[in-house]
């Protein structure tokens, strides 16, 4: 893929004015929504902030390349701005950024990752960025990237040539010494091993011998680790030193260094920020640094390296690792926490579209029913909704083998959903040893059990790898239809048949506990998940009090589902509140912004206020807390329920006592509102304008 196959001239902004970074990225991003590439523009550009809480993308020289994979990415897209001034995105080397190039790439795909890393290389000559950035329009831009392309696919290929000569020259070079050392072995005939003037050879005979080999790697995989090994390369050519550079990139390892490659360097450069394999570098003088530093500093890196003062890198027994010293390293650690949270939120946004489907089928035939013809079956009475009963409580009864399997599958992946889902049927059933052979009748474990199934499941899978692995390759195909759902099932199944009865009570003291909270326990319990929502707007307590609201509905307790959901619902229409009403409180850029925080709060898209919330966490958030509190306090106190886990105002038709919740939903988001008019400060018009 070439960078112009992703890059065209309807992306490309010239001399455009931008006060600040977020006006900056703003300005890409609408750029890339408006070419058709994402589907979601605050869903993509809460990615890009994401991915910046990690480190600043701008990499110095006046260039910022921010970048995000995001599920709102339809396909790859590289969007291009040179602006009229630079702004400060916080670069390593304290320039301010006026070369801009926005990535968006969507989940689950690579195909970006060899012409980002040409671009990479291509932005390191200083020559075409300033031709970039005098630009007069898009068409000229992208002729001069096309230019530089060419350029550089000749030059490689004269290396390549150059290389292929080099190796060609050193296989007769070795041939002559061979026959050169045979003849003299023959001669000589008072010694029974090599010629003292001979011995084998130095080099690595037919291959290419580096001084230098370096590994480059970041928490993203994408801009700084190819920028990194372009310069590094570039630097190499520069001190005529041999350099070969392993990328650590999103796509996985490219240019691996070989043991060849290890044994006959002389030294080796770690420029990471996140873990690398290290091992096999034992005994060898090491550097390691941060990759900005093998962006900005690579001939340093290379001059320290060959001078023989490194130290020589020991790795610990056992280990099989190290990490280079970047500011991130510990970010790209994943840890267990991190691998059982993703497989949770695997499971979660896989079985919320049955919850969702079902809930509300279910609910509109709560609704379109005759309570007084008998309340007994209230729901099926009429043909119609009992039509829609039926295929709701079909979909509905999935969600917990859904949630087991895909945990499991986020563990162990697809061998690991048929174990998953089949310990989810169990834990929802609660079938047990004593309810088969006693006949007693089985006690569903619920959405506890299931969590617990889905684990069980995903770890069972990769311990039945692990002991098969030692089977015959000639097994291999066997195995993912065989053995792993005959035993990944089985062990499962027993399992799952010895605990439910302890699940089965666990989940039945807990449904009771919730159903026979008093109205006071309930309004507090209202305030705390609804307050959860705002906290951290996506993040883990954010996600933990969204699944606690969605098991609520499995066990029957919808009023908890109500207070999760006005309480996400509440943030983005407060500050839209507060930019319309309240405007010399917020920038020029925040109201122009505002307006679309009413139809994310309506839709529940809490998301819409992290923009707010991450340029000023400590006024915005607490209002955000104490409106969303109220609101799913009200909720809870005035018995609001709701059989859906999403739809925001969509959904408003099937929830119980809905004008209500509707009045809870308004006063809380007023509350945030005022909280936001007191506590920020006002801003004089020069300031806000210039913010």
């Not at 990759?291 to 900005?296: P, S, T, W």
């Not at 122009?592 to 919330?613: D, H, K, Q, W």
């Amino acid at each position: 893929m070439k960078i112009t196959d992703i890059l065209t001239s309807n992306k490309i902004l010239i001399k455009a004015d931008a006060q600040d970074q977020k006006e900056a990225m703003d300005l890409l991003a609408a750029v890339q929504f408006s070419s058709g590439a994402i589907s979601d523009l605050e869903v993509y550009k809460k990615a890009l902030w994401d991915r910046e809480a990690k480190g600043t993308t701008s990499v110095g020289m006046g260039l910022a390349v921010p970048h995000a994979k995001s599920d709102a990415v339809k396909s790859v897209s590289l969007a291009a701005a040179t602006l009229t001034h630079g702004v400060d995105c916080k670069s390593r080397d304290g320039t301010l950024a006026d070369l801009w190039f926005m990535i968006a790439a969507p989940v689950g795909s690579d195909d970006h990752l060899d012409a980002l890393a040409q671009l990479m290389g291509l932005l390191m000559d200083q020559e075409l960025a300033a031709k970039l950035r005098a630009a007069d329009n898009p068409d000229d831009f992208i002729t001069l990237i096309d230019e530089a392309e060419k350029i550089k696919e000749a030059r490689d290929r004269e290396e390549e040539e150059e290389a292929a000569k080099r190796m060609a020259a050193k296989k007769a070079q070795k041939a002559e010494e061979e026959k050169r050392l045979a003849q003299e072995a023959a001669q000589t005939s008072d010694t029974s091993g090599p010629s003292a003037k001979g011995g084998h050879p130095t080099g690595q005979g037919a291959g290419e011998v580096y001084r230098i080999l370096a590994v480059t790697a970041c928490p993203t995989g994408i801009a700084h680790t190819y920028m990194a090994s372009a310069a590094l390369q570039q630097a190499g050519v520069k001190l005529h030193v041999p350099i070969k550079v392993e990328t650590n990139g999103a796509s996985g390892i490219d240019h691996p260094l070989s043991e060849e490659d290890i044994a006959a360097a002389e030294a080796i450069i770690v420029a990471a920020d996140k873990k690398v394999e290290t091992a096999r570098f034992n005994g060898k003088r090491v550097l390691f640094t941060k990759v900005a530093d093998g962006i900005h500093k690579p001939e340093e890196l290379i001059n320290t390296a060959l001078k023989g003062d490194v130290p020589v890198y020991s790795e610990q027994k056992g280990a099989g690792s190290a990490i280079g010293t970047g500011e991130s390293a510990d970010e790209a650690t994943d840890s267990l926490v991190r691998t059982l949270y993703k497989a949770l939120m695997n499971g979660v946004s896989h079985m919320l579209p049955f919850v969702i489907g079902g809930g509300i089928l279910i609910a509109l035939a709560f609704l379109f029913d005759d309570y007084s013809i008998n309340p007994s079956s209230f729901g099926s009475n009429k043909p119609f909704p009992r039509i829609l009963n039926s295929i709701g409580g079909t979909a509905f009864s999935m969600m917990l083998p859904i949630l087991a399997g895909f945990i499991a599958m986020g563990l162990a992946d697809r061998p690991g959903l048929a174990p998953g889902v089949v310990g989810g049927i169990l834990a929802k059933e609660g079938v047990s040893f004593t309810s088969l052979l006693s006949g007693s009748p089985p006690v569903s474990g619920g959405f506890l059990a299931a969590l617990l199934a889905g684990f069980i499941a995903g770890y069972a899978v990769l311990a039945i790898k692990k002991i098969t692995d030692p089977l015959p390759k000639s097994l291999s195909g066997i195995k993912p239809v065989f053995f792993f759902p005959l035993f990944g099932t089985l062990v499962v199944g027993l399992i799952m048949l010895s605990i439910n009865p302890v699940m089965g009570l666990l989940n039945s003291l807990l449904t009771s506990g919730l159903t026979s909270m008093g109205s006071s326990s309930k309004i507090l319990l209202g305030c705390l998940l609804a307050g959860m929502m705002s906290t951290d707007m996506g993040g883990p307590f954010n996600k933990a009090a969204y699944v606690f609201g969605t098991a609520s509905i499995a066990s029957g307790n919808t009023d908890i589902m109500a207070a999760v959901m006005i309480g996400g619902m509440t943030p983005p229409i407060s500050i839209a509140l507060g930019t319309t009403f309240f405007k010399n409180k917020f920038t020029e850029l925040e109201r122009r912004s505002g307006p679309v925080n009413y139809i994310m709060g309506l839709c529940f898209i809490t998301e819409g206020a992290i923009p707010y919330a991450a340029s000023d966490p400590l006024r915005v958030i607490p209002s955000c807390i104490a409106g969303s509190a109220l609101a799913g306090g009200l909720s809870m106190a005035w018995g609001c329920t709701l059989m859906a886990p999403h739809g925001g105002i969509f959904v408003f038709p099937v929830v119980g006592k809905p004008l209500l919740y509707l009045l809870a939903l308004i006063l809380g988001s007023v509350l945030g509102m005022i909280l936001l008019a007191i506590l920020k400060p006002t801003l004089t018009a020069a300031k806000s304008a210039a913010e």
